[in-house]
T-cell receptor, first 114, second 112 residues
Framework: SAVISQKPSRDICQRGTSLTIQCQVD?????MFWYRQQPGQSLTLIAT?????????ESGFVIDKFPISRPNLTFSTLTVSNMSPEDSSIYLC???????????FGQGTRLTVV | AQSVTQPDIHITVSEGASLELRCNYS??????LFWYVQSPGQGLQLLLK??????LVQGIKGFEAEFKRSQSSFNLRKPSVHWSDAAEYFC??????????FGTGTRLKVLA
């Protein structure tokens, strides 16, 4: 399957600031997704990144807090805005080619907000 | 509503012992099912997948899983666990909208 390079791998940020996470895929993918994994928890889908249009957000997540870009079929960014300590989590991006294919994941970004 | 349940939060086994991690799902149609492993500080790696066909699925690292429709289960097994298998294991079901629903995960500890 394709390979996703995600960066940064970790960061420590001050509250009130923003962090942009980037994911680059080594081939074109149909679907890209962003997940949050809070400490000791499972993965929660934040949004589906749609190429050339606005992302589709899950309940509890809003564009003002988590703006997403997807300018082409190989690249996406997630910004965590106006951060608070509650935003401390691992953020993962994922790609998938279609319904009968498996998802592949980036290595994750471990974010700590102080 | 679609859901995935992994009843065991933690499992501890001795190296060389057999392993079974449980996964139950709730989904209206025939599901696409997956097992992923996450080592500390790493992303998720696919162990195996089920789309259709043979209900016993072989994966990487000596893992296998069996899809049992009557029990809505997709349990992961390995006949002999290695110390390097210590990690977090996630079961997932894919919906028709391409989205994954993950279970809460099972943390495996392996005793030497």
């Amino acid at each position: 399957s394709a390979v996703i390079s995600q960066k940064p791998s970790r960061d420590i940020c001050q509250r009130g600031t923003s962090l942009t996470i980037q994911c680059q895929v080594d081939s074109q993918v149909t679907m890209m997704f962003w997940y949050r994994q809070q400490p000791g928890q499972s993965l929660t889908l934040i949004a589906t990144a749609n190429q050339g249009s606005e992302a589709t957000y899950e309940s509890g997540f809003v564009i003002d807090k988590f703006p997403i870009s997807r300018p082409n079929l190989t690249f996406s960014t997630l910004t965590v805005s106006n951060m608070s300590p509650e935003d401390s989590s691992i953020y993962l991006c994922s790609g998938r080619q279609g319904a009968r294919t498996e998802a592949f994941f980036g290595q994750g970004t471990r974010l700590t907000v102080v | 509503a679609q859901s995935v349940t992994q009843p065991d939060i933690h499992i501890t086994v001795s190296e060389g012992a057999s392993l079974e991690l449980r996964c139950n799902y709730s989904y209206g149609a025939t599901p696409y099912l997956f097992w992923y492993v996450q080592s500390p500080g790493q992303g998720l790696q696919l162990l195996l997948k089920y789309f259709s066909g043979d209900t016993l699925v072989q994966g990487i690292k000596g893992f296998e899983a069996e899809f049992k429709r009557s029990q809505s289960s997709f349990n992961l097994r390995k006949p002999s666990v290695h110390w390097s298998d210590a990690a977090e294991y996630f079961c997932a079901v894919a919906s028709g909208t391409y989205k994954y629903i993950f279970g809460t995960g099972t943390r495996l500890k392996v005793l030497a």
